[in-house]
């Protein structure tokens, strides 16, 4: 069964820059949309980006021009980039394909 393991997250002072990544354990990161999403406690997991299999990129309006999604198909593995975080972008970060089990998702915390 394909795994997908988050990892990048940390401690960052607001308006600093992290990088998530998201590997899979078989190729396919190519051939589905790969999402990337947030879950805050208590609230439903909500869509922050996705990147489709031609490289088309959608995201959520509150972190359009701050977060880049990318791929790189020959190591399995879609990034998140996060430049001028803010205090409210502290969630847990997961990726996601459909059909999938969900990983353990990475903590991100933005704090001074």
């Known amino acids: 069964q394909v795994q997908l393991v988050e990892s990048g997250g940390g401690l960052v002072q607001p308006g600093g820059s992290l990088r998530l990544s998201c590997s899979a354990s078989?190729?396919?990161?190519?051939?589905?949309?790969v999402g990337w999403y947030r879950q805050a406690p208590g609230k439903q997991r909500e869509l922050v980006a996705h990147?489709?299999?031609?490289?088309?990129?959608n995201y959520k309006e509150s972190v359009k021009g701050r977060f880049t999604i990318s791929k790189d198909n020959a190591k399995n593995t879609v990034y998140l980039q996060m430049n001028n975080l803010k205090p409210e972008d502290t969630v847990v970060y997961y990726c996601?394909?459909?059909?999938?089990?969900w990983g353990q998702g990475t903590q991100v915390t933005v704090s001074s």
């Open positions: 996601h394909i459909l059909g999938i089990p």
């Open positions: 078989r190729n396919i990161v190519d051939s589905y949309v």
């Open positions: 990147i489709l299999s031609g490289d088309t990129t």
